[in-house]
């Protein structure tokens, strides 16, 4: 199965402030199809997930533009150019190259 | 606009079995394939399984392989989760996930969940 390990597990930021977050893989992510199946989620406070980031650099429907994301292989990074409230919850990469599809830990993110 | 919602927790003594089930609106069922995720409490998230949108190719977590059984119903836009032989480490939230594409490529998303307890 593919490891997948993020840095830090908690960052606690301030608004307005930029915050960068680490997601590694066990082996590459990326497919023949010349994509990298590196997806990133948001899960709040008492919700359920939501997509972020699909194919390590494509924003989901509804998502701002200060998410990005980028990398490539087995590094990859999640940035937000300036947080705000709304931003706090955990952050967690996902793979889906292959099945057992397999989660990061999860990056828990407090706004200061 | 996506909806799902899932249905079919509660409590449940080990050793015995549950069948979720997941309700999808809003979209083109057969288009898509679908993902259940569970979220034990205060843990973070579990890929359990996945099945593409003809049900020809399906998978699951070692974890669960042997005592679950994904299905779907394309004709009632319906996903399923059969679970057996249930352990107290299979408590936790089970979420139904909508992939982006016809097979199994990533959950673009997710129902509210539902609690599954197992214990004595």
């Known amino acids: 199965d593919i490891v997948m390990t993020q840095s830090p597990l908690s960052l606690p930021v301030t608004p307005g402030e930029p915050a960068s977050i680490s997601c590694r893989s066990s082996?590459?992510?990326?497919?023949?199809?010349?994509?990298?199946?590196l997806h990133w989620y948001l899960q709040r406070p008492g919700h359920s997930p939501q997509l972020l980031i699909y194919?390590?650099?494509n924003r989901a429907s509804g998502i701002p533009d200060r998410f990005s994301g980028s990398g490539s292989g087995t590094d990859f990074t999640l940035q937000i150019s300036r947080v705000e409230a709304e931003d706090a919850g955990i952050y967690y990469c996902?793979?889906?190259?292959?099945?057992?599809?397999?989660f990061g830990p999860g990056t828990k993110v407090d706004i200061k | 606009e996506v909806q799902l919602v899932e249905s079919g927790g509660g409590l449940i003594e080990p050793g015995k079995s549950l069948r979720l089930s997941c309700a999808a609106s809003?979209?083109?069922?057969?288009?898509?394939?679908m993902h259940w995720v569970r979220q034990a409490p205060g843990k973070g998230l579990e890929w359990v399984s996945g099945?593409?949108?003809?049900?020809?190719?399906?998978d699951y977590a070692d974890s669960v392989k042997g005592r679950f059984t994904i299905s779907r119903d394309n004709a009632k836009n319906s996903l399923h989760l059969d679970m057996n032989s249930l352990r107290v480490e299979d408590t936790a939230v089970y979420y139904c996930?909508?992939?982006?594409?016809?097979?199994?490529?990533?959950?673009?998303?997710w129902g509210q969940g539902t609690l599954v307890t197992v214990s004595s």
């Open positions: 194919l390590s650099s």
């Open positions: 082996q590459s992510l990326l497919h023949s199809d010349g994509y990298n199946y």
């Open positions: 809003g979209f083109t069922f057969d288009d898509f394939a």
């Open positions: 099945i593409v949108w003809n049900s020809r190719s399906l």
């Open positions: 996930g909508r992939d982006y594409t016809s097979s199994l490529g990533g959950v673009d998303s």
């Open positions: 996902m793979q889906g190259l292959q099945t057992p599809f397999t």
